[in-house]
């Protein structure tokens, strides 16, 4: 839960910034939330699926991770009602695009957020944070989805939108999770024995 309260925080920033100098300080802020995830070892859903060795039992602390994640980011969510910036209606317009966008483009494109937050979080293990501080403006200026980010935007989303178009809302969100988790493992596909 830590981790995704984290997330929600640095989404927080992000959409309370996303105006300045073209959305440019609010991407590098989010890095924040990666940054602290990977000093205090926090389970994020995206962080772990890359690195699970694909037993049965493992799927389901994943699932209990992306549960736990979300929770979090519903903490930060009822925050922002609190906060006199307008980052809810900014919350509402990225996902009026996701919903555009569809369930299949967007968890398409999901696949790039996976792959970038797996490779970032490789360097970092190995001592080097660059790829996180560059990897989180990377995926949000490509629009590659992230499933906690796009669970805060959608629990800091009025409920009058979410509930209008509740079906497509998580039909997307589910091909962004599955999308999140196959970038995630792509490198399994092209490096021997997963290294």
Request: charged share 10%; proline share 4%; aromatic share 8%.
């Given at each position: 839960m830590i981790a995704g309260f984290t997330i929600g925080l640095a989404g927080f920033g992000y959409l309370s910034m996303i105006e300045v100098l073209n959305g440019v300080v609010g991407a590098i802020v989010f890095a924040f939330g990666l940054l602290t995830i990977?000093?205090?070892?926090?389970?994020?859903?995206?962080?772990?699926?890359?690195?699970?060795?694909?037993?049965?039992?493992?799927?389901?602390?994943?699932?209990?991770?992306?549960?736990?994640?979300?929770?979090?980011?519903?903490?930060?969510?009822?925050?922002t009602r609190l906060s006199?910036?307008?980052?809810?209606?900014?919350?509402?317009?990225?996902?009026t695009g996701r919903i555009?966008?569809?369930?299949?483009?967007?968890?398409?494109?999901?696949?790039?957020?996976?792959?970038?937050?797996?490779?970032?979080?490789?360097?970092?293990?190995?001592?080097?944070?660059?790829?996180?501080i560059f990897g989180v403006p990377l995926f949000i200026f490509c629009g590659f989805p992230h499933c906690l980010v796009d669970a805060f935007y959608v629990l800091?989303?009025?409920v009058?939108?979410?509930?209008?178009?509740?079906?497509?809302?998580?039909?997307?969100y589910g091909c962004v999770v599955l999308g999140n988790f196959i970038g995630c493992n792509l490198y399994r596909t092209v490096l021997p024995d997963g290294e």
């Open positions: 990977v000093a205090y070892k926090l389970k994020l859903f995206t962080g772990t699926a890359g690195f699970i060795s694909m037993k049965k039992e493992e799927f389901g602390t994943l699932l209990l991770i992306l549960v736990g994640n979300v929770i979090g980011c519903g903490v930060v969510a009822l925050m006199p910036n307008d980052i809810n209606c900014v919350a509402e317009r990225i996902l555009v966008n569809g369930p299949l483009k967007s968890g398409i494109l999901a696949i790039g957020c996976g792959f970038i937050m797996t490779t970032a979080v490789t360097f970092a293990r190995k001592g080097n944070v660059l790829p996180l800091t989303s009025p009058s939108f979410v509930g209008g178009n509740a079906g497509l809302v998580f039909a997307t």
